[in-house]
């Protein structure tokens, strides 16, 4: 009796949550065993696997090892010591001036900032609608349904090089828009925001009222000469000094190889920023204080990411010829994704292709669909599949040999 009841009065928006895409996936190959000739690659999971530099694990023993430890509660907001570090990295990567104490703010990666920020912006009783990108990582909408508004998807075609279609979105969508989710550069696709995006963005989020949360954690990893276009860098240029209605999320994770270490920040406006800030020493998500002292070392430092961006242009250089023979893909803007059409393959469908995929060659790769939803009659997901190629070089040129083979009819 009493588990019922305790059931029936559980969030009921809980139930409108998807499942997770690895967890399809585990489902996709389920009963399958894959071909024993073939040792496992997975190129699913998008994973930082390059190693931890040594001076960040460093720089943890001895904040855990020095004053004052572990002993002693941190602050919500994060120690100013981070805070500038992560103000001086913004004023480095971007040419923008942030003030640490009112426009920045540490957390727990991006992921769990993301989230928290719906939290914070939407009224669940205003009938809000929050926009992201269709295909999208899935924590935008996880948000935005437990937050109490309804997710619409902007679609993101290889027909305009994967740039999101704004336009698309009618009047009324936009009247309705709390909340606006922009990735950039974007999982999976990898495509990064022109100026004159921002621009539009910036145009239409002053005549709708809407708040802007641009997940960046990705612009560390580029392929071109110049380094992405970032959302505060972009208000600097457009004149919008105040960054109003925008924040940014970053993190360390793939900046720095330290998924593990669960450390990024927020920045921006600092009316969010103070909304924020209150509704998270609620939630009681400050950051350990040794993580922060080794966060602070992180961002203050540019050689490892470098070295880090170098790996990842070689491994990309070797990796993308060999699969762009065969599949619809190109070297992305940025990222460390490949974002590929299988074509005819499979008869065209992404599930069926990452399932034979597994089943005779042991590589593993995520269909497309699952990071995408149907909206109004597509699903732009469909038909492509996700390469995260975060491995190790010969691994991931190994992989690409095997998806070669497979594409051209090879099945062992
Ligand atoms: C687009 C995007 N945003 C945010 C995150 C969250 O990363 P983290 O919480 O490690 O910063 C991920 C992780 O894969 C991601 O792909």
Redesign the pocket.
Known sequence: MRRTANRATMNPRLRLLQPYPFERLRQLFDGITPNPDYSPISLGI?EPRHPTPPFLKQALCDATLGQPGLAGYPATAGEALLREACAHWLQRRYGVQLDPLTQVLSVN????A?FAFAQTVIDPAADAIVLCPNPF?Q?YEGAALLAGATPWYAPSLPERNFAVDWDSVPDDVWQRTRLLFV?SPG?PTGAVMPLEEWRKLFALSDRYGFVMAS?E?YSEIYFRDDAPLGGLEAAMRLGRHDFRKLLMFT?L?KRSNV?GLRS?FVAGDAELIRSFLLYRTYHGCAMSPVVQRASAAAWSDEAHVTDNRRQYRDKFAQVTPLLSDVLDVGLPDAGFYLWAGIGQSCGGSDEAFARALYQHYHVTVLPGSYLAREARGHNPGAGRIRMALVAETEPCLEAAHRIRAFVQGHHP
């Open positions: 998008g990666g991006s992921r769990e993301l990582y924590i990735c999982n997940d954690c993190s994770s998924p990024g």
